[in-house]
T-cell receptor, first 116, second 114 residues
Framework: GDSVTQMEGPVTLSEEAFLTINCTYT??????LFWYVQYPGEGLQLLLK?????DKGSNKGFEATYRKETTSFHLEKGSVQVSDSAVYFC???????????????FGQGTILTVHP | DAGVTQSPTHLIKTRGQQVTLRCSPK?????VSWYQQALGQGPQFIFQ???????QRGNFPDRFSGHQFPNYSSELNVNALLLGDSALYLC?????????????FGPGTRLTVL
C-alpha cells in the first residue's frame, strides 16, 4: 500500500539557517504530493503541493520538488524564522483508483524548532 | 468565507460510551474526509464521504461510522469507546474526489477517553 517516510526528528535550528526535511514515498501510479504544516493547537494547513514529476511546489520561502526517480519530495527553506517552528507533514494522495484513491497518506511528522 | 468548522472543540468520555463529532465543510466543497491523529503521529485516514455515501475507508473497525447530510456536513460516530480512541479527530473538505484537489482541514476535535 501507499506509505510516506519522513526524516527522524525533531529538528532544531538557529534563525536564518538552511532547512531540509527529507520525505520519501511508496505509491502506485503517479500520486500528488503535499507538505502540510501544523502549528501548536491548530489543524493542518497546506504549505505546498506538486501534482506530477519534476513539478516544484513553493510557498512562503519553502520549496519541494517531485522526484519520481528517487520517489522523494524533500522540503527546503533557505533561511528559517522563529515563526516557522511547527510540525511538518509530508503526504501523498494516490490517483491510481481503487481503494487508495482520494485519501491522504501522511508521514509521521517532523517537529521543527527555530531559536533566535 | 468560513473554512472547515468542527464541533465540539474538546470532549471527554469514558470507556464504552458513544460519541458524535460534527463537521461543516468549506463553502462550495462537497467531499468530507475524517482522520484520526494520535499524539505525536501523523493523521490516519478513517473514511471519506461524497454524495452522501462512504466512498473509501481506512483500517478502522466498524465501531467507527459516519454520515453525510444533503448540505454536505458530516458526522463521525464512535461506539464502545476504548482508551486508544483518544486522539485529535480532523475533518477535511475538498471539491470532488480528484487527487490533485486540496483538502482543507478543520481545527479538529480533541477526544479524551478515560
Amino acid at each position: 500500500g501507499d506509505s510516506v517516510t519522513q526524516m527522524e526528528g525533531p529538528v532544531t535550528l538557529s534563525e536564518e539557517a538552511f532547512l531540509t526535511i527529507n520525505c520519501t514515498y511508496t505509491a502506485t501510479g503517479y500520486p500528488s504530493l503535499f507538505w502540510y504544516v501544523q502549528y501548536p493547537g491548530e489543524g493542518l494547513q497546506l504549505l505546498l503541493k506538486a501534482t506530477k514529476a519534476d513539478d516544484k511546489g513553493s510557498n512562503k520561502g519553502f520549496e519541494a520538488t517531485y522526484r519520481k526517480e528517487t520517489t522523494s519530495f524533500h522540503l527546503e527553506k533557505g533561511s528559517v524564522q522563529v515563526s516557522d517552528s511547527a510540525v511538518y507533514f509530508c503526504a501523498l494522495r494516490s490517483n491510481a483508483g481503487g481503494t487508495s484513491y482520494g485519501k491522504l497518506t501522511f508521514g509521521q511528522g517532523t517537529i521543527l524548532t527555530v531559536h533566535p | 468565507d468560513a473554512g472547515v468548522t468542527q464541533s465540539p472543540t474538546h470532549l471527554i468520555k469514558t470507556r464504552g460510551q458513544q460519541v458524535t463529532l460534527r463537521c461543516s465543510p468549506k463553502s462550495g466543497h462537497d467531499t468530507v474526509s475524517w482522520y484520526q491523529q494520535a499524539l505525536g503521529q501523523g493523521p490516519q485516514f478513517i473514511f471519506q464521504y461524497y454524495e452522501e455515501e462512504e466512498r473509501q475507508r481506512g483500517n478502522f473497525p466498524d465501531r467507527f461510522s459516519g454520515h453525510q447530510f444533503p448540505n454536505y456536513s458530516s458526522e463521525l460516530n464512535v461506539n464502545a469507546l476504548l482508551l486508544g480512541d483518544s486522539a485529535l479527530y480532523l475533518c477535511a473538505s475538498s471539491l470532488g474526489l480528484a487527487s490533485y484537489n486540496e483538502q482543507f482541514f478543520g481545527p479538529g476535535t480533541r477526544l479524551t477517553v478515560l
